[in-house]
T-cell receptor, first 114, second 111 residues
Framework: DVKVTQSSRYLVKRTGEKVFLECVQDMDHENMFWYRQDPGLGLRLIYFSYDVKMKEKGDIPEGYSVSREKKERFSLILESASTNQTSMYLC?????????????FGPGTRLTVL | GQQLNQSPQSMFIQEGEDVSMNCTSSSIFNTWLWYKQEPGEGPVLLIALYKAGELTSNGRLTAQFGITRKDSFLNISASIPSDVGIYFCAGGGGSNYKLTFGKGTLLTVNP
């Protein structure tokens, strides 16, 4: 079974803090993704990575950065957290090849910025 | 950009009833995926479809990849209380591995 884990299920931070969200997958997947999910807005792609040290902006990258130093780990960084970044953050990974579009999600991190 | 229209937005049904939901798009997709998300959890993949016309089952769930490649449906037969959750469709097939997601169907099952 594919397993995608996220470092925290719940996180509370203060405005201006630097926040790190970690994601690890154990299936040697090439592609990894970070989304945020908000009521009424659905899933929105923040950043994705198709290889180590490679990254591409998604639909809403502003205020975020990412790091992929190892194949299995993809980190989302909020340089200076703001209240409008309170959200559910979901990490996903996928294989290249025929099933490259099939993404497997982690359990999510509910981030609250006060 | 690409958009998926998922309907219905919500459903309230009695245990034992069958459920049907669908997604349509003005764009062609090469992959259709169906996920279920329970409160406070990440989406879990239910069914993946990779070929136009494909009909795939997973237990009480059946999904089809529309022949035009612009739509897909998910059926749940004989619903049970644990079917409660939000069901998402997603279309894929671009060169950048990105998925386009529907807004979800909230399913409530009354015992």
């Amino acid at each position: 079974d594919v397993k995608v884990t996220q470092s925290s299920r719940y996180l509370v931070k203060r405005t201006g803090e630097k926040v790190f969200l970690e994601c690890v997958q154990d299936m040697d997947h090439e592609n990894m993704f970070w989304y945020r999910q908000d009521p009424g807005l659905g899933l929105r792609l923040i950043y994705f990575s198709y290889d180590v040290k490679m990254k591409e902006k998604g639909d809403i990258p502003e205020g975020y950065s990412v790091s992929r130093e190892k194949k299995e780990r993809f980190s989302l960084i909020l340089e200076s957290a703001s209240t409008n970044q309170t959200s559910m953050y979901l990490c996903a990974s996928s294989l290249p090849g025929l099933a490259e579009d099939t993404q497997y999600f982690g359990p999510g991190t509910r981030l609250t910025v006060l | 950009g690409q958009q998926l229209n998922q309907s219905p937005q919500s459903m309230f049904i009695q245990e034992g009833e069958d459920v049907s939901m669908n997604c349509t798009s003005s764009s062609i997709f090469n992959t259709w995926l169906w996920y279920k998300q329970e409160p406070g959890e990440g989406p879990v993949l239910l069914i993946a479809l990779y070929k136009a016309g494909e009909l795939t089952s997973n237990g009480r769930l059946t999904a089809q990849f529309g022949i035009t490649r612009k739509d897909s449906f998910l059926n749940i037969s004989a619903s049970i209380p644990s079917d409660v959750g939000i069901y998402f469709c997603a279309g894929g097939g671009g060169s950048n591995y990105k998925l386009t997601f529907g807004k979800g169907t909230l399913l409530t099952v009354n015992p």
